[in-house]
């Protein structure tokens, strides 16, 4: 007796040292947008992401405790 097979996935994956990514963001209206998936290198992803942590009001609310406990 022949066993069931499984439908066959499909999926891209990145070249190497690339990653796929996807964005979605919600803006100050509360809407949600979705970007297609890209292929980047993986140092551009870890710069973009370090990039919107240092802009991020976070990262200012973080500061402003720093500052105030200081003195």
């Known amino acids: 007796m022949k066993s069931a097979r ?4 499909v999926a891209k994956l990145p070249r190497r040292g690339y ?19 890209v292929e980047t290198p993986l140092g551009a992803l870890r710069d ?13 609310t973080s500061h402003d405790d ?3 406990s200081a003195s």
């Open 6 to 9: 499984l439908p066959r996935v």
């Open 19 to 37: 990653v796929l990514a996807t964005l979605t963001v919600v803006d100050e209206n509360g809407f949600t947008h979705h970007y297609a998936p």
């Open 48 to 60: 973009a992401a370090a990039l919107m942590h240092l802009q991020s009001t976070a990262m200012d």
């Open 66 to 68: 720093a500052r105030s």
